[in-house]
């Protein structure tokens, strides 16, 4: 589980070209767009422009560069041609690159045009539950002071934390050990140490927890079918703290 520093280093190169990825999706209008669009050009964008591989694309037999999870969909939900990108709408795409052998992986939920308060309360408790993990990270916390911080800000805030699908590490291969939960008890579960690297990618419900999947085999949705939101980074634990690798440029200073 830990990286030399030269892996590392080969590792935060990656997670920089995965920053510039979401960047260009930023500067897309995705309003009207259907999500095979945002697909297609996300792979041309990381093959042509950045001379990379969209590591999701053939894993586990996975047809596509990415995940677009909107609305209802908690994770993994498969890229449409029909699937369009409505006003109202937030979406979650979920993207990973692999450069040099070493692998990247990050998401963001995105607003589509004007969407509720609701909604938008949720996208923004996402990700304030995704840096209250990733500021717990330092050698000698414990993945359950991760876990803690997370679901503790989401139930402080009304909403429930998934439970079936967690962070994990990550580096030459897409899944690693370890096994990152969302939720945990202060203290407990593996101590960390400087050179681990792995991500944190929260998935929050404005309802209940439970959720179930699709016919599709991949789109994970809400049982209750009210909205989730995700955000994700990967993260280095460093001699006294923690680096996020894929930290995009409007972060900067968080």
Known sequence: MIKRPEELALM?????????????????????????????????????????RPASKGQYGFAYVLNSSRNQVVC???PSATETLHDGDIVNFDITLEKNGFIADSSKTYLIGDVGP???????????AMWQGIRTVKPGAT?????????????????????????HGIGRKMHEAPQVLHFGKPGRGLVLEEGMVFTIEPMLNQGKAG????ADGWSVV??????????????AVTRDGVEVLTLRAEEQGL
């Open 76 to 78: 993994h939900g498969v």
């Open 211 to 214: 959720v179930e999947t699709l």
């Open 12 to 52: 935060a190169a990656s997670g920089k070209l995965l920053a510039r990825v979401f960047a260009y999706v930023d500067s897309l209008s995705l309003m009207g767009m259907s999500t095979l669009q945002v697909n297609d050009l996300v792979e041309r964008f990381i093959t042509q422009e950045l001379q990379a």
């Open 222 to 235: 809400t049982c209750d079918g009210r909205l989730s939101a995700q955000f994700e980074h990967t993260v």
């Open 143 to 167: 993945l359950g002071d991760i876990g803690h911080a997370i679901e503790r800000h989401a139930k402080q805030n009304g909403y429930t934390v998934v439970r079936e699908y967690c962070g």
């Open 118 to 128: 609701a909604a938008k309360r949720l996208v923004q408790v996402t990700y304030e």
